[in-house]
């Protein structure tokens, strides 16, 4: 089966799109779609999503990713691309309703070539653009790890069982493992604080203990 084939296999209709698009809003969930072509930006348009993410094979499609933008922010996943052609289309976007993701999207991938250093890159050169992680691999570490490095937003492949047929699965995170993820993210960006050294409540009392048995020894006997 060729990729081409492949996508037609496993992509929605438009009224699969339609339920989706009623579901979520009986939910009140945000949803929103990677689109491959302009017709069908057009199509999906019709459900007035409040984003669109341009996948990393489309970094180089300019009149796609400009027909994406639509006035709306725009995920641009960077994988597979180098860094003249990151620059390149931001310089063509510009920064404006625009979210970077850093991405190696193989499936899955190796960890020895995630290379989340990137994002720290990616941070320094669009000090104003909000920077995230697209992740593709086996387990839940390094999407911890983007965000102990400071980036704005994960995403990762949701599926009911890895063990469905189609290529993704394995890459995918299935549903208790995502409620982990997502109660780790929030726990981690607690941890991270704001940097300001300073002695908590807590802390005090430990202290008073141990400041009180310095002041007070008890007798040693030897």
Wanted: glycine share 4%; charged share 20%; hydrophobic share 35%.
């Amino acid at each position: 089966m060729t990729y081409i084939g492949y996508l037609h296999k496993v992509e929605f209709t438009l009224e699969q799109y339609a339920q989706i698009d009623a579901y979520c809003k009986a939910k009140g969930i945000d949803w929103f779609v990677s689109c491959w072509d302009e017709e069908s930006v057009d199509a999906i348009e019709q459900s007035n999503p409040p984003l669109y993410k341009a996948p990393s094979a489309s970094l180089t499609d300019i009149l796609l990713l400009r027909m994406k933008s639509t006035g709306k922010p725009l995920i641009l996943s960077t994988g597979m691309s180098t860094s003249q052609e990151i620059t390149e289309a931001v310089n063509q976007l510009s920064t404006e309703n625009l979210l970077i993701a850093h991405s190696t999207p193989a499936y899955p991938c190796s960890v020895s070539e995630l290379n989340l250093l990137m994002i720290r890159l990616l941070q320094k050169q669009y000090p104003d653009t909000p920077i995230g992680y697209s992740g593709h691999e086996l387990g839940l570490a390094p999407s911890w790890a983007a965000i102990s490095l400071g980036d704005n937003f994960v995403k990762r492949h949701v599926t009911l069982d890895r063990s469905m047929w189609e290529t993704d699965q394995t890459a995918s995170v299935e549903i208790l493992r995502m409620y982990r993820l997502v109660k780790d993210i929030m726990d981690i960006e607690k941890t991270m604080g704001d940097g300001v050294k300073r002695v908590y409540p807590s802390e005090m009392s430990v202290w008073e203990q141990v400041y009180r048995q310095l002041r007070e020894p008890e007798p040693c006997l030897s």
